[in-house]
Structures are given as structure tokens and as C-alpha cells.
């Protein structure tokens, strides 16, 4: 279910800090800039906020703060990607448009949940 009872505000389906680097936009090759994101999955799009210590799981609301950036889930393509980094328990994320970005925990139990539960919201998409 993406849909809280209003049947209109996406529901929030996960929130938690996690590595984040930027390895493509639009297809081009970007150097890497490893940094602690706010990661938040609710609806259909995955965002991400600057702040961690200013943001809690009611942070993605509207009128709270703004996220740094937001990627649509539709078209996207999620792996494993550990060869892509000296760091452990790593995937890569591709959205239709070519920006394609790292993401990472310390905790295996940690990334794993985000992938599975980006993965359910890329298939559910792909059914529509
Ligand atoms: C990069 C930085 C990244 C590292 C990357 C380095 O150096 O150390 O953390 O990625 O490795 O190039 P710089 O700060 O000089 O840009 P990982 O931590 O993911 O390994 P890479 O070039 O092999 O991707």
C-alpha cells in the first residue's frame, strides 16, 4: 500500500541514515563524494536530505524542510555493487534518467531492508 486513508499523502514507507554518493548524472560519470544522507522512501520516490541530525522520520513532510534531492522509483534498476567501492554492503541505484547513486551501510541487516524495500516499490511500479 502506498496510500494512507486520505487515499492522497503518499505513505512513508522507510526512513534512516545511509552512505550516499553520486557516481552518474544523466549517464556522465561524476567523482564520488561520499556523505551521510537522511534517506527517506515514501510513495513512489526516494529522497534524500542534508541534515541528519535536524531530520527525524516526520522530517520528509512538507513545510518541514526540503529535500537536497528526489528520485522517481518508476523505470529504476537497483544491484548490488560491491565491486563498485572499497566500501562493504553496497548497491547502486539507476533511475531512467542516468543519475545513478551508491548507497551504503555498516549494518548488513540495514541494507539489505533498503534494497528489499526499494526493490518491492520498483516492481509495483513496473505492474502499473
Ligand atoms: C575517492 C574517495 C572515495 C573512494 C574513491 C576514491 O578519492 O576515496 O571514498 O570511493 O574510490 O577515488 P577522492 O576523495 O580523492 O575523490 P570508495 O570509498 O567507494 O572506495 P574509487 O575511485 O575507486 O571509486
Known amino acids: 500500500s502506498s496510500l ?3 487515499g492522497m499523502t503518499p505513505e512513508l514507507e522507510k526512513a534512516g541514515l545511509l552512505n550516499k554518493t553520486k557516481i552518474a548524472e544523466g549517464g556522465r560519470k561524476l567523482r564520488k563524494n561520499w ?4 534517506v527517506v522512501l515514501v510513495g513512489n520516490s526516494l529522497m534524500f536530505f542534508k541534515d541528519p541530525k535536524t531530520q527525524n522520520s516526520d522530517g520528509w513532510k512538507p513545510g518541514n524542510s526540503c529535500p ?4 522517481d522509483l518508476r523505470g529504476a534498476q ?3 555493487a560491491n565491486e563498485l567501492s572499497s566500501k562493504k554492503n553496497v548497491f547502486k541505484l539507476r533511475t531512467v534518467t542516468g543519475n545513478e547513486f551508491l548507497l551504503q551501510a555498516d ?3 540495514v541494507i ?3 534494497y528489499c524495500t526499494i526493490q518491492k516499490v520498483i516492481d509495483r511500479l513496473d505492474k502499473e
Open 107 to 109: 549494518t548488513d541487516s
Open 78 to 80: 537497483l544491484q548490488w
Open 4 to 6: 494512507d486513508t486520505d
Open 68 to 71: 537536497e534531492s528526489s528520485v
Open 112 to 114: 539489505r531492508e533498503w
Open 35 to 38: 556523505n551521510p544522507s537522511w
